[in-house]
């Protein structure tokens, strides 16, 4: 059994021997495989376009920010303030939605293009475009910083982009903003003139029960001759009290029909209806109410797009390196297969 091990050993060890002599025979064979790929691998790392990278952080708005967007807007007036969060929250979606990486494919990336690609297919040059322009969310899960990302052969194009893409985005997040604004108090303008026309429409009633109330005293005290009050000590608040009062009549009929006569010729309830002009005044801020689309942000960009000086694609060191190797690879492979067919013919 011992022997037997040995035998195979040896065996093992001449075969091995035999291909390391039949390699060392043929290295120039090797060397020229390996030498072939490295000029290969060189030729495409020199001749291919160059890619570089521009990278757009962005991060939320400061308080300062989203100010003018909270104009107005107070727990009293029912119309709760927006926070940070809110206003980012929106501008995250409008740079992560498909509608704004559409626009800007068809009106930015499409015409970049020669007329010979443009003619290729859409979905063809739109997954292009996924490659060229990107959106990375943030690393960390507690993280609201994002990342905008664009690699085209045009250093300068790429900073211009991803700057125009994170604007673009911004513009829209602030459209929507004013317009949710617009809306709300449009809305808001709209409750406090139903509460206006329902003050209006009381005060008017009040107006007609008081004429109602000091004819019927008129009456009385025409009935019982009484034309001025009379000279006797009575709760003056009961006589004065207004309409309501029992002893209303007690004011006398020249008093009271000068007061109904006032009454029927006044022009206007407004200076007599309660809480009015406080109504009217919030329903003249609400309907007039606009926001500066220059006073207010949506976003920060977190430092400048830098201009690339280096590019990132291709990796000149590692596309030779790959090359050296895999001629290196190729070359053993042909000696192999050449000692094989070798050793086949010789049997």
């Known amino acids: ?43 495409y790392a020199f001749i291919a376009t160059p890619i570089y990278e521009a990278k757009a952080f962005v991060i939320p708005p400061t308080q300062n920010d989203i100010a003018n967007f909270n104009y107005g807007r107070t727990r009293d007036a029912e119309l709760a303030p927006y926070s940070v969060k809110d206003v980012y929250d929106i501008y995250v979606r409008r740079l992560q939605s498909e509608s704004l990486r559409r626009d800007f494919f068809y009106k930015v990336y499409l015409p970049s293009l020669s007329d010979k690609k443009r003619k290729s297919s ?15 969310s943030p690393l960390k899960e507690a993280s609201d910083r994002y990342l905008v990302i664009v690699q085209t052969s045009n250093p300068e194009q790429a900073i211009k982009w991803a700057a125009a893409y994170i604007a673009q985005a911004g513009d829209l997040a602030k459209k929507e ?4 604004l617009s809306i709300e108090s449009e809305v808001r303008a709209r409750n406090l003139e139903q509460q206006i026309s329902s003050a209006r429409e009381a005060s008017r009633l009040a107006r007609e029960d008081s004429i109602v109330r000091l004819a019927e005293a008129l009456r009385i005290a025409e009935s019982i001759g009484l034309q001025k009050p009379p000279a006797i000590t009575v709760n003056q608040s009961v ?3 207004g309409e309501s009062g029992q002893l209303t009549y007690m004011r006398g009929s020249i008093a009271l029909k000068a007061e109904i006569e006032n009454i029927q010729a006044r022009t206007s309830d407004d200076p007599f209806t309660d809480h009015l002009r406080e109504l009217q005044g919030k329903y003249n801020f609400f309907k007039g109410l606009k926001t500066d689309a220059t006073a207010v942000s949506a976003y920060r960009q977190d430092g400048d797009v830098e201009l690339p000086d280096t590019p990132i694609k291709p990796n000149k060191a590692l596309i030779i390196v790959l090359g050296i190797f895999s001629g290196f690879i190729l070359g053993l492979a042909v000696v192999f297969l050449r000692g094989f067919f070798s050793a086949k013919s010789e049997d």
């Open 122 to 136: 859409q979905d063809v040059l739109y997954a292009d475009f996924s490659q060229v322009l990107r959106v990375a």
């Open 177 to 180: 903003m004013i317009r949710n």
């Open 1 to 43: 059994m011992q022997g037997d091990s040995r035998e195979e050993n040896n065996m093992g060890d001449f075969e091995f021997r035999r291909f390391v002599r039949a390699i060392l025979r043929q290295k120039f064979i090797i060397l020229a495989f390996t030498v072939l790929g490295a000029v290969a691998a060189a030729s």
């Open 239 to 241: 006589i004065a009290g």
